[in-house]
C-alpha cells in the first residue's frame, strides 16, 4: 500500500479515478464499492447518504447514491455497470461517519454484480492511482484524515 500525505492507496482495490472511487473485486462478477481516501477527505465529515436499494441496476457514470457532508452534498457514480446485491445503509445508520473513519474496510456502500467484465480495463491499479492522486494532492494541499468522533 503506497500513502502520501496521510492518503492511503491500498493494492486490493482498482480505482475509478473519475469518480473518486474504488472497487474490490470478491469474484469474477461481485464487486464491493466505495469513496476512496482523498474523496472522504475532500468531501468531510458524512451527514447522510440517499441510498439505492438492492436489485437496482446503475450505469457506469451514473449516480449511484447522494452524499451530504459537511462540506458537499453530490452525487457518487457507479464506477461499473450492474445490479446492485446489497448496500451498507445498516452501518452507515450506526456510523455515519464510518466512510470517514474506514473509507476502505467497513465504510464500503455497495456489493454489485457486474454485468460489463470490459469495464474493469477503464480502473487504474494502486500505482496509478498513486500517481494520479499525488498531483491532485500536491496541488490542493491536502492532507488525509480519519474522523475520530
Known amino acids: 500500500m503506497e500513502t502520501w500525505a496521510g492518503c492511503a492507496f491500498p493494492d486490493d482495490v482498482l480505482y475509478n479515478l473519475q469518480g473518486d472511487t474504488w472497487v474490490r473485486y470478491e469474484s469474477p462478477d461481485l464487486v464491493v464499492i466505495g ?17 439505492k436499494r438492492p ?20 452525487p457518487m457514480r457507479s ?19 464510518i466512510a470517514n473513519r474506514d473509507p476502505y474496510g467497513a465504510g464500503w456502500f455497495y456489493r454489485m454484480k457486474v454485468e460489463e467484465p470490459r469495464e474493469r480495463d ?28
Not at 461499473?80 to 461517519?97: C, K, M, R, S, Y
Open 122 to 149: 477503464e480502473l487504474a491499479d494502486a500505482s496509478a492511482a498513486f500517481q494520479h492522486y499525488r498531483r491532485i494532492i500536491d496541488e490542493s494541499n491536502l492532507r488525509c484524515f480519519r474522523c475520530e468522533v
Open 35 to 51: 469513496m476512496n481516501d482523498v474523496s472522504q477527505t475532500r468531501s468531510g465529515r458524512l451527514v447522510h447518504v440517499g441510498w
Open 55 to 74: 436489485s437496482k441496476r446503475v450505469e457506469r457514470g451514473r449516480p449511484i447514491c447522494v452524499i451530504e457532508s459537511s462540506k458537499w452534498v453530490g
Open 79 to 97: 464506477p461499473l455497470t450492474g445490479v446492485i446485491v446489497e448496500n451498507n445503509e445498516g452501518a452507515f445508520a450506526q456510523d455515519i461517519a
